[in-house]
């Protein structure tokens, strides 16, 4: 996941979601709409 | 502009330019002959002589004339080779310094423009290789010749003809107003040109009416219209005034000659023959003339032509060595990182830094492109030149480390403008980075040549650039020795083996232009088909099998960049 230019988070797609992050809200976002 | 043509350091063959000047000059001075021929003939006859003792001369008179006439033709058969191979050879030039721009250059110019430049700029050119140099010798020797010629039948005569020139100043005056409106003429061309590409595609058409601006259209092109009557209507009474001015400029010639010869007949020093004679010279002289003081109007058409095949032969921004492949790259090192970020950043470079000069003034450009370049937005290259304010800095990536083993597959996930892209475009070596170093396959893409790199990286775009040819062609391009079994693996492998079977023409089916005659999945699919087939080729070349694929798919509601090994 890259934001404001750097890697911010890296993982796979579980461990991501799992974490609850960015990536998870960003994929949060997606699923809704 | 002879100095500014040896300048741009084409190969000349001056031996093949020698018999041309030859020619050229025979072609100009043997009709010279023939006045003088005649005048002795009609005094010969005035003193009684028959037909039978004048037939030799009559036969030089015919020997002259067809000798200038084949000299001629033999000139221009030779000089329009010489002088079309000069140009091509430019061209050719051209072309491969339009090869190699930076892909952001790319961004900044429209496709049209380069067209242009090739075609209509390089057909202003031309004349510079072929008409104007011949004119210019043929004239001028013919000039001399006359001179010469007047000169042996009275020194009155060609104190008469030195005179010529003065009264040609009126016509002198009147090409000075049409080369002013030349330039004029060519500002409104293209802004007639411009204005008929920015209105008149699909695209195009579909947001001015979105604008509801279709009437506005029509009212802007009906004022480009209207200028351009007024300049066509200038131009052409100023061409109008040239031609009669030149017309009168010679019948006052002839009135003064026959004045002369007149006065020089009576008083016994000259004979009739010679008076004829020097008539006759007032309209070979026509020609000559008319080649020298009529260069001005080509000679300033192809200097504006040489100007903006010059300004893309002088940028630094074309003709790049770092594009083409080298002829010995570096090795791969073969380990399992296949792709490794160290340290990555990256900064738009200003506009300025990509553009070519005379190319780049055209705005729109980037609707042009395709793939991942799509993706660069002009403004990022205005940013960059300090247009965008301090709170959107043009740097897009900051700090990025990462390396991807074979066998992975990775997903680059980030909002909008986050730089997916430009991660993509570091990863190929289409771009370098600002700061750290990216290495493909061991290699630092900083070492690589852009071809070189692509060795190793396939890529499937979001927008997909097919060229319009076979669907085989497509799929062989730029990999040699690809049968058609190879090609329909290729297509199965990718998912596309139904579409296939379905074709009527198979691997001939042409895919239109851009591709269109598929959907855009099918031609995502095409470009993985190409993907896979250059794995298979490197696997039978005998390289690494290393990084052979990755892919760029973009998701319904956000994009993402797959990487896949």
């Not at chain 2, 250059?534 to 998701?555: D, E, V």
């Amino acid at each position: 996941m890259i934001e404001g230019g750097s890697v911010v988070e890296h993982g796979t797609h579980a461990e991501l979601i799992a974490a609850g992050g960015r990536y998870a809200a960003m994929h949060r976002a997606g699923g809704q709409g | 502009m002879f100095k500014r043509v040896m300048r741009l350091g084409l190969a000349v063959d001056w031996i093949k330019v020698l018999p041309i000047v030859l020619c050229t000059a025979l072609a100009a001075g043997l009709p010279v002959g023939v006045p003088l021929l005649l005048g002795r003939i009609i005094d010969a006859a005035l003193h009684g002589a028959g037909l039978v003792a004048l037939l030799p001369l009559l036969g030089l008179v015919a020997a002259f004339a067809s000798g200038a006439a084949l000299a001629e033709v033999l000139a221009n058969t030779l000089g329009a080779r010489l002088g079309y191979g000069l140009s091509w050879q430019l061209a050719r030039r051209l072309y491969a310094e339009l090869l190699r721009m930076p892909l952001l250059s790319y961004t900044t110019i429209n496709p049209g423009v380069l067209n242009s430049r090739l075609t209509n700029d390089m057909r202003m050119v031309d004349p510079l290789f072929t008409t104007v140099p011949l004119a210019t010798v043929h004239g001028w020797v013919g000039l001399a010749a006359v001179a010469i010629a007047l000169g042996t039948i009275n020194v009155w005569f060609l104190a008469a003809f030195v005179l010529v020139p003065l009264a040609l100043v009126a016509v002198r005056f009147a090409e000075g107003r049409i080369n002013a409106t030349i330039k004029a003429s060519y500002e409104i061309n293209a802004a007639v040109a411009s204005q008929i590409e920015s209105t008149t595609s699909g695209d195009a058409v579909s947001l001015v009416r979105q604008a509801r601006a279709t009437a506005a259209e029509e009212r802007r092109f009906a004022g480009l219209a209207d200028q351009s009557v007024a300049l066509a209507a200038r131009m052409d009474n100023w061409r109008a005034v040239i031609s009669v001015a030149y017309r009168l400029c010679f019948d006052l010639i002839t009135v003064l000659f026959l004045g002369i010869g007149v006065l020089l007949a009576s008083a016994g020093q000259i004979s009739i023959g010679s008076v004829v004679s020097a008539l006759f010279f007032v309209g070979l002289v026509r020609q000559p003339l008319g080649e020298v003081v009529g260069q001005r109007y080509p000679l300033i058409r192809a200097g504006m032509g040489l100007d903006r095949v010059e300004a893309v032969l002088h940028s630094p921004n074309t003709g790049l060595e770092t594009v083409a492949a080298a002829a010995r790259p570096p090795e791969p090192v073969v380990n399992d990182e296949v792709l490794v970020f160290e340290q990555v950043g990256y900064t738009y470079p200003g506009r300025q830094a990509v553009a070519v000069k005379t190319l780049s003034d055209v705005a729109g450009a980037s609707s042009g492109m395709s793939g991942f370049l799509s993706g660069v937005p002009l403004t990022r290259l205005d940013e960059a030149d300090g247009g965008g304010g301090a709170e959107q800095p043009a740097r897009i990536l900051g700090d990025i480390s990462f390396a991807v083993r074979r066998g992975e597959t990775v997903a680059i996930a980030g909002h909008s403008g986050s730089g997916k892209s430009t991660l993509i475009s570091l990863a190929c070596g289409s771009i370098r980075p600002s700061a750290g170093t990216v290495r493909l396959a061991g290699i630092d893409t900083a070492e690589l040549t852009e071809e070189d790199a692509w060795r190793f990286v396939s890529l499937v775009s979001q927008d997909v650039y097919l060229r319009d040819a076979p669907l085989r062609d497509n799929l062989s391009y730029g990999l040699e020795h690809a049968t058609d079994d190879r090609l329909v693996d290729a297509l199965h492998e990718a998912g596309l083996g139904e579409l296939l079977r379905q074709l009527p023409d198979g691997l001939d089916t042409m895919v239109g232009q851009r591709g269109k005659r598929f959907s855009g999945g099918e031609r995502q699919r095409i470009a993985i088909a190409r993907a896979v087939r250059k794995a298979f080729s490197m696997r039978s070349t005998g390289l690494p099998p290393i990084a052979p694929c990755w892919w760029w798919s973009i998701g319904h509601r956000r994009s993402s960049g797959r990487i896949a090994w």
